[in-house]
């Protein structure tokens, strides 16, 4: 029985909170232990500079480390190009991008834009997405002022991507899938195409970091094994005072 409550309590601890990845990005370049660095078109920069990584038209990173179901990730970026600049998180991706336009293959992302609606001109309107592949999106609206930082949350349990933007309390929004193309996260400027000029398009992002969290599946296998420890304990106790 102490060996089931042992396991559930160590299951728990080890998939809950664990640091799976995390950079504030500090030195004076950008660590390609953790990140594959690409700037894909001919005027793109990827750089880090003063505590930033510094994304430039199409700056991308993307994680050298694979990710298994159930993360939460929180950073704090700022846009600090232009009125058509966008900052984008591939979530559950092979890392493959795509020419032309040098967008990830994966269509299961978190978008942060300054302008959206249909036209994509919209200032601060339903300028949000969580990109869920071929289920829903959710789409929000959200006012960004150029040059301040907002922090924000993900929560991929695997089924589910939830996202929390400047109130880390409350969720902002959230989409529904099971979808996945690999295991990686990518981090990339994007911008309004197109109306975007080229000079327009810079994000500075000042911390990264990716934990664990359990998977839906994980806290059922966690309470079973509680039960079950439990029923023997019971069943142990009244035998003890049968005896």
């Known amino acids: 029985m102490k060996r089931l409550l042992l396991l559930a309590c160590f299951v728990t601890l080890r998939l809950s909170g664990q640091t799976l990845l995390t950079d504030d990005f500090s030195g004076g370049s950008l660590d390609t232990g953790k990140w594959q660095v690409t700037a894909p078109m001919a005027d793109s920069l990827m750089y880090a500079s003063a505590g930033n990584a510094v994304f430039f038209q199409r700056g991308t990173l993307i994680s050298q480390a694979d990710f298994s179901p159930g993360i939460q990730i929180t950073g704090s970026f700022a846009f600090t190009g232009g009125v058509h600049d966008g900052f984008w998180i591939p979530l559950r991706t092979d890392g493959t ?15 942060f834009n300054r ?4 036209n994509g001109d919209k200032v601060g309107i339903e300028n949000i997405y969580i990109a869920a592949g071929t289920a829903p999106a959710f789409i929000g609206s959200f006012s960004f002022t150029q040059g301040a930082s ?24 959230s989409a529904s899938t099971t979808e996945r193309d690999g295991y990686k996260l990518g981090l990339q400027n994007r911008g309004t195409v197109p109306w975007f000029p080229t000079t327009d ?3 500075r992002l000042s911390s990264f970091t990716v934990t664990a969290i359990p998977e839906p599946s994980t806290f ?5 094994l509680l039960a079950l ?3 023997c304990r019971s069943r142990c106790a009244a035998t003890s005072r049968r005896v």
């Open 201 to 203: 398009n810079e994000v």
């Open 150 to 173: 907002y922090d924000f949350k993900i929560v991929d349990d695997g089924t589910q991507i939830t996202l929390f933007l400047a109130d880390l309390n409350s969720p902002f929004g």
């Open 220 to 224: 059922a296998a966690v309470a079973g």
């Open 115 to 118: 302008q959206g609606s249909d």
């Open 97 to 111: 991008v795509l020419a032309p336009h040098y967008n990830f293959q994966s269509n299961i992302y978190v978008g």
């Open 229 to 231: 420890a439990i029923g």
